[in-house]
């Protein structure tokens, strides 16, 4: 008789010796054997694990791919790359793009320069001209390089920020941006009817640009500061990324050239190892950046992500030590930065429905145009005409969307130099410029409450739940509920001095609550008591918002 162990189903066993069968990488071939062995072997963990695996292929959204670098269809490896790139080709040429320029780029995540490598030859076999950039490079390079060389599209091989186990398969359109619905739809039906990863045609042959984009882009970037000071000492942290070297040449041909980095995270290491993970908005993250700033008596601190189309500013608080601005703080700064010298008529500027509300109020100051979209730079991208800025709470910014039409750390952080640098030479600083804000637009405090939910089921009844019964009530405020479905999976509560909007992350295993309390300020003298009393309202709300979404 037959021997399957208690969970090794025929199929499940069937479906693995296929996978291994079609793969196109002999170690991955040689991981999901071993797997299956273990499991057939009654190894009740490798069942489990084979069954992950085999769940299915990773989903093909809005963000593109993204999941564990691992053997089979539920995970990022080249049989899974080069079906995914199959599907955008497909895509293309529905589309009536074939033959066109597709950019591929790439990080240096574990995998990453294999996957970019299988990409550049499923599209060449296609059909494509396929221009490869040269190295491994900030993902605003990509966007970038779509724009200028008149691509039909660009491939990003990232997982920007996430855990070091994973990497990522990101697309843009012939415009730049992100791809959004129907594509993503589209792109995952041409994969689904794509042949196994073994039968995809793969040719050599695209072509390795030169240094011409990344000039390119250095000196439109440099360009962006608005003021000449330029007297500023600047420390960076590319959280083991690729976005020093860029970094470092964009801020040097600006101008700034008093720049240390972390040393320790300053080269690109894909096991992240001094940070659990990478990313800027984690606390624990930049605790080597802050800890070099206060030694190195700086001026302006910037924390990159990994793939570097995040940015973080931190400064020195009025008690000297050193805190990372929300990105909510970051976002408005720059914001009327830009608006206080426009270089477009009838600007707009663009926020989404998750970040600070005083971005809508510093745009009529300034006589702006204002859109609020969905959380992502797909949206933000595509805000209407004459979009001059757009900002996400999670620390993504574009300040120049006319050439790179996604969020640019290395363009905001030039930015954020030339505004404090500005500050700097009127002996003020970038808390004081948002004391400003706070007296003209009233005082807007934002927080964020963050609970790990892998499982998507309980995750959907956790929202299902709160559409049922939302609260009528907040802190003794009175609230009114708003679900954004279908439209998005999104439910706002609202009241005259408080917001919380719930939504299940499109990245990570998370459901997240984003809070605003906000109060009027009317006077400097009374900015400390209103500050001190909108933080304990928030506190109470991050509390009672916890609370809702945990019972």
Same mark, same amino acid.
């Given at each position: ?19 291994? =069968? ?23 963990? +490798? ?20 999941? /564990?670098?691992?053997?089979? /269809? ?41 996957? +970019? ?15 490869? *950039? ?5 993902? #605003? ?39 959004? #619905? #129907? ?13 196994? =990863? ?16 990344? !000039? ?12 000449? +000071? ?11 990324? $690729? ?5 470092? *040449? ?14 320790? !995270?300053?080269? /690109? ?42 940015? +973080? ?11 990372? @601005? ?45 859109? &609020? ?106 609230? $009114?509920? !708003?679900? *954004? ?12 001095? @408080? ?16 809070? &605003? ?35």
């Amino acid at each position: 008789m037959e021997h399957n162990p208690p969970g090794l189903t025929p199929a499940l066993r069937d479906r693995a010796l296929r996978w291994i =069968a079609d793969d196109v990488t002999p170690h991955h071939r040689a991981e999901l054997r071993e797997l299956l062995a273990d499991a057939m072997n009654d190894q009740p963990d +490798a069942v489990a694990q084979l069954r992950e695996r085999m769940a299915g292929e990773l989903t093909f959204g809005t963000a593109g791919l993204r999941g /564990p670098v691992r053997a089979g /269809p539920n995970g990022m490896n080249t049989a899974v790359v080069v079906r995914a790139t199959a599907g955008v080709a497909a895509w293309l040429r529905d589309e009536g793009r074939s033959g066109g320029t597709v950019i591929v780029g790439r990080d240096a995540r574990h995998g990453s320069a294999d996957f +970019a490598r299988a990409t550049a030859e499923v599209l060449t076999a296609a059909g494509f001209d396929v221009r490869s *950039l040269p190295a491994p490079l900030p993902t #605003p390079l990509l966007a970038f390089a779509v724009r200028r060389l008149g691509a039909v599209a660009g491939i990003q091989i990232t997982a920007s920020h996430n855990p070091p186990a994973d990497n990522g398969y990101k697309v843009y359109d012939h415009t730049g941006a992100l791809i959004v #619905p #129907p594509a993503d739809r589209r792109i995952e039906s041409a994969i689904e009817a794509a042949p196994a =990863a073994i039968s995809v045609p793969r040719s050599p042959g695209a072509r390795v640009l030169g240094d011409d984009v990344l !000039q390119a882009y250095l000196d439109r970037v440099a360009a962006l500061p608005r003021g000449t +000071a330029r007297e500023l000492r600047v420390v960076a942290t590319a959280l083991h990324g $690729v976005g020093a070297d860029t970094l470092r *040449l964009a801020l040097r041909r600006a101008g700034f050239t008093d720049l240390s980095f972390v040393p320790e !995270q300053a080269k /690109p290491d894909p096991d992240f190892p001094t940070v659990a993970f990478p990313n800027p908005e984690e606390p624990r993250a930049g605790e080597l950046l802050l800890d070099l700033a206060q030694r190195s008596e700086a001026d302006l601190a910037i924390a990159l992500d990994p793939d570097a189309d995040r940015c +973080a500013l931190a400064v020195a608080g009025r008690d000297g030590r050193w805190r990372l @601005l929300r990105g909510d703080e970051t976002g408005v700064l720059l914001a009327e930065h830009v608006l206080s010298a426009p270089t477009t008529p009838d600007p707009l500027v663009a926020t989404t429905i998750v970040s600070s509300s005083m971005l809508a109020s510093i745009a009529k100051a300034h006589g702006a145009r204002y859109e &609020e979209t969905l959380t992502g730079f797909k949206w933000l991208a595509r805000a209407g005409a004459g979009l001059v800025y757009a900002y996400e709470e999670a620390l993504g910014i574009c300040v120049d969307p006319e050439t790179v039409r996604d969020k640019d750390g290395i363009a905001a952080a030039l930015l954020g130099c030339d505004l404090a640098a500005q500050a700097k030479a009127a002996n003020r600083s970038l808390l004081d410029l948002l004391d400003d804000l706070a007296l003209r637009h009233g005082l807007h405090l934002t927080d964020q409450v963050s609970l790990r939910i892998a499982d998507l089921t309980e995750r959907g009844r956790l929202m299902a739940r709160l559409r049922e019964h939302p609260p009528t009530e907040l802190l003794g405020t009175a609230v $009114v509920a !708003q679900d *954004l479905l279908p439209r998005a999976d999104v439910l706002r509560l609202r009241g005259d001095d @408080l917001r919380v909007v719930v939504r299940p992350s499109g990245t990570e295993p998370k459901l997240k609550a984003y809070l &605003e309390v906000t109060s009027p300020v009317q006077t400097y003298a009374d900015l400390d008591r209103t500050r001190d009393l909108a933080e304990r309202r928030l506190a109470e709300l991050r509390a009672a918002v916890h609370d809702l979404l945990a019972h």
